[in-house]
């Protein structure tokens, strides 16, 4: 008896899906600084370094450098006597460096230079005898860092338009500053409002926002015309990730806040033709290739890329490690 004939069975065609990816996105000058810093400190003084805080918001980026050697504490005491400390790029209150100095204790500073820039603002405004209204969030390693540049007393701080209509200063001339990754446009509102209940309000003389947010957020306001979902790759504590979802739901996109590829729930592209990808100022690109090596496994992709600005600003090294 003849056998029947098995015919092949073509493999089922992977959706089409459109991707569209930012730039600029992922390190900006002062992550790449930090992290480098960390590095650098490895290889001159050895295993272990320590660092106060995570030296930037990414699991990966901070699980890579433990695996190097970096030992990742809280706060400063958790520090062993001659070993070498690190503090992050978000910046920290000067007591901090003060108590390492009591100990004899070897400290580099990472703090991004546009924080340090506001950090010296904050100084010239009070030795003005100018109370500081700050914009930013509450409990923010930034704020925290910023608010211990000076006196307890001598800022205020603003989260919200609401609270820039009710906030009520000491009398006195006032200067304003606000946190370095923050919603451009929400900080605008909010500056506005405060400008128009206090129209003497100084403010510094370059923005405060630094450029890579800026730069970061405006990609993302490309991507959500063109696409329906944007996934943005960053950490739950990155202030300017979260920053980045916003500005996507509010171009009228679908913004996910991703750690890494296997953070994604497949459900959320069905029926999805066109997909933003961006990265928050603290992810590095290998965690984008990973995501778009995921999608090839399910898709095919056509990839294009948004080009808004470009960055080429590099930050010195500390003289220590240069």
């Not at 329906?228 to 806040?257: D, F, I, M």
Request: aromatic share 4%; with cysteine; glycine share 8%.
């Amino acid at each position: 008896m003849a056998s029947t004939p098995v015919l092949d069975t073509p493999a089922a065609t992977k959706p089409q899906l459109r991707v569209v990816i930012a730039a600029p996105r992922g390190f900006c000058a002062g992550v790449d600084r930090a992290i480098r810093i960390v590095e650098l400190a490895i290889e001159r003084y050895g295993a272990p370094v320590y660092v106060r805080h995570e030296i930037v918001h990414n699991k990966f980026v901070v699980d890579s450098l433990r695996a190097k050697g970096a030992v990742f504490v809280e706060e400063l005491h958790e520090v062993p006597d001659g070993v070498p400390v690190i503090f992050s790029a978000h910046g920290v209150p000067k007591v901090v460096p003060a108590k390492a100095e009591a100990r004899g204790l070897d400290y580099i500073d990472a703090t991004c230079p546009l924080v340090s820039k506001v950090h010296r603002q904050a100084e010239r405004f009070v030795d003005q005898g100018r109370h500081i209204l700050f914009i930013g969030h509450a409990r923010h390693p930034e704020v925290i860092g910023t608010f211990g540049q000076v006196d307890d007393g001598a800022m205020t701080l603003v989260e919200t338009v609401e609270e820039a209509q009710t906030v009520q200063p000491p009398e006195g001339p006032l200067g304003l500053l606000t946190q370095t990754t923050l919603s451009v446009d929400d900080t605008r509102d909010i500056l506005t409002t405060l400008q128009s209940r206090f129209p003497d309000l100084v403010g510094p003389k370059g923005e405060d926002i630094c450029y890579a947010t800026s730069n970061r957020q405006e990609a993302v306001k490309e991507l959500a015309a063109k696409t329906q979902v944007v996934l943005v790759l960053g950490s739950p504590k990155s202030s300017n990730s979260l920053r980045l979802v916003e500005v996507a739901e509010r171009g009228g996109s679908h913004g996910q806040l991703i750690q890494r590829a296997a953070d994604v729930d497949w459900r959320w592209l069905r029926g999805v033709t066109s997909l933003g990808i961006t990265a928050g100022a603290s992810a590095p690109e290998t965690l984008v290739q990973e995501l778009i090596d995921a999608l090839h496994e399910r898709f095919e992709l056509t990839i294009e890329e948004v080009r808004t600005a470009s960055e080429d600003i590099v930050f010195k090294l500390p003289r220590a490690l240069a």
